[in-house]
């Protein structure tokens, strides 16, 4: 991925640009991430401050999900945006992989918490 690549939530109302490089990607089949995302949740994390968002910052609200993770999401369409750990190392966040603008020159490196994932799909 080149870096500067943009992407934005379904109503189009956030807008974000990742300014550095992906540090890796994965696909998420825990149950967590499969309710919040409906079905399993890939996606590509960068250093926080490289996650720059250019417009409706407001629009971003951030449910806690775990006590070491919280889930970004927009309050006008409901789209599944970013996760980020609250402690540990908070030094990234994971955006989702769908709401990038295509290209998105990013693969699934690794599928994760596969032992979780859903019985009505294979991977
Ligand atoms: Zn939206
Ligand atoms: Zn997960």
């Known amino acids: 991925m080149a870096a500067g690549q943009t992407g934005q939530c379904l109503c189009g109302d956030i807008r974000f640009r ?3 490089e992906v540090i890796r990607t994965n696909a998420c089949h825990c149950a967590q991430c499969r309710r919040w995302g409906g079905h ?3 996606s590509a994390d960068v ?3 490289k996650l720059v968002i250019t417009h409706g910052a407001e629009s971003i609200a951030w449910y806690e999900s775990s006590e070491e993770a919280e889930r970004g999401f927009c309050i006008v369409c409901g789209s599944s945006l ?3 750990r609250t402690r540990g190392d ?4 994971s955006v989702a992989i769908g709401a990038l603008n295509t290209p998105t020159g990013v693969k699934v490196d690794k599928h994760i918490f596969v032992e ?3 019985d ?3 991977i």
């Not at 908070?90 to 966040?93: A, C, E, G, L, N």
């Open 47 to 49: 250093d926080q401050e």
């Open 120 to 122: 009505y799909y294979s």
């Open 116 to 118: 979780d994932k859903g």
């Open 90 to 93: 908070t030094s990234y966040v």
């Open 82 to 84: 970013f996760w980020r």
């Open 18 to 20: 990742l300014d550095g």
């Open 40 to 42: 399993y949740w890939p």
